[in-house]
């Protein structure tokens, strides 16, 4: 199986090149899954946070002593208790989509384990973040192939203006203190760029190289 983690900004686009590229790999006759697009799109947001949380909290009774090690570093964040709890079931249920067993040929997720560890290291520092990410990377049964949807955060402040969603942090602030979690945001991906594979998505969804994807991805299915 190839797993797919797609990550950057809001507003970014990663969730629907991903489910596009789905759609194309099906049609091309692939078997493939995209459990994190899944549960945002076909769950009401209460049914969401119960499943989200069965799934994490089933994964960390299963393998503790690796999830310990994650635990430790969500403690030493300067934050709240309700954030940190927030943290370990998006790290757990995230780890959970990843290591499930399954007969299909690809698995994409849009919010995969870049993304789950933004959440971290926005709340924290730089050394915290790359142990986790570090961490949950061991944990992967199996190597993740990370795409980098590559935006200008002009572009994204854009994107995000028409969306109504609301769904990410960063839809919930405005101003000044949006820009700088766009800034952060844009930093962590830029780190996180080295080893990925770059998609720029700074036009329309017709311009996205999908064949190239595509070809990125039989690479790894042989």
Not at 120 to 143: G, H, P, V
Not at 158 to 177: H, I, M, P, Y
Not at 193 to 205: M, P, Q, S, T, V
Request: glycine share 4%; proline share 1%.
């Amino acid at each position: 199986m190839v797993i797919l983690d797609f990550f950057g900004m809001p507003g970014s686009g990663k969730s629907t090149i991903s489910h596009e590229l789905a759609e194309k790999l099906r049609k091309k006759g692939n078997i493939v899954e995209e459990p994190t697009w899944n549960l945002d799109m076909k769950y009401s947001k209460i049914k969401r946070r119960i499943l989200k949380s069965w799934l994490s909290f089933s994964y960390s009774l299963r393998h503790f002593r690796e999830i310990k090690n994650v635990f430790s570093l969500i403690g030493n964040c300067s934050t709240s208790k309700t954030d940190k709890i927030k943290m370990w079931v998006n790290l757990s249920y995230t780890m959970n989509v990843i290591n499930r067993k399954s007969t299909a040929d690809i698995r994409i997720l849009d919010e995969g384990i870049a993304q789950a560890v933004l959440s971290l290291y926005m709340r924290s520092n730089s050394r915290t973040y790359e142990e986790c990410f570090q961490i949950l990377n061991r944990m992967a049964d199996k190597e993740v192939k990370y795409i980098y949807i590559n935006t200008d955060i002009d572009k994204a402040l854009q994107r995000l203006r028409s969306r109504t969603n609301g769904k990410s942090r960063v839809d919930k602030v405005t101003g000044a203190k949006k820009m700088k979690m766009l800034m952060k945001t844009y930093e962590l991906c830029e780190t996180l760029r080295y080893g990925a594979k770059i998609i720029d998505n700074n036009a329309n969804l017709s311009e996205v190289d999908f064949d190239n994807l595509i070809q990125f991805i039989t690479v790894y299915k042989k």
